[in-house]
């Protein structure tokens, strides 16, 4: 099956992509592919903005992979407390395409933050809303202070409380193949 995973952020070394990455490598029988949002470059959204312009081709390539996927696994970068400015003005332009950005496919949400929290406040606010954007969720992980769970040489997690929940999590995905 098609796994699309992607940090919910555009810094070049985001933790968030890290993590979604290896994420998907726990999913059986996958094949990946995972997504760089700064290679979504996009003006700010504005309904102004999208009245001469309609959908530009960025937000319609996001909107394209989305749909060209099995399952999707996004783990949320958090930038004061919710979602990156990055993610959340892309997210806008797809939402216009279709509300349904998610397009019913099976996802997993997860979250990482140096610190203890996990990214939990915006993994909160992804959980809450997921069904208004057609995310079949099946499961949502944060992982608390990414860098102490984290083995940068082989790129996984190694956090043996966090290796658990993401396979369990990666496994609900492979799951949707056989239903
Ligand atoms: C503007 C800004 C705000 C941040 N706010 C939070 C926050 O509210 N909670 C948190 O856990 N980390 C916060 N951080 C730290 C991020 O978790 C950290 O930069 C992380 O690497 C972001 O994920 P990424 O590497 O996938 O982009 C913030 C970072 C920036 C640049």
Redesign the pocket.
Known sequence: MKILAF?????K???????ARFTATLVPHAEIEVLDLADYDLPIFSTDLEAQIGHPPAALAFFDRIGAADGVIV?F??????Y?AAYKNLFDWASRIDPKVFQDKPTVYLS????P??????LAAAKGSARFFGADLRAAVSVAS?YDAFDSETGSITEPTALAALTAAAETLALAEVA
């Not at 070394?13 to 993590?19: E, F, H, P, Q, V």
């Not at 990482?112 to 610190?115: C, I, L």
């Not at 929290?117 to 915006?122: C, E, K, P, T, Y």
């Open positions: 940090g919910a952020s555009n810094s070394a985001s933790i968030n992509k890290s993590l783990s970068a958090e930038h004061n407390g919710s990156s990482t933050s140096p610190g929290g996990g990214a939990g406040s915006v990414f």
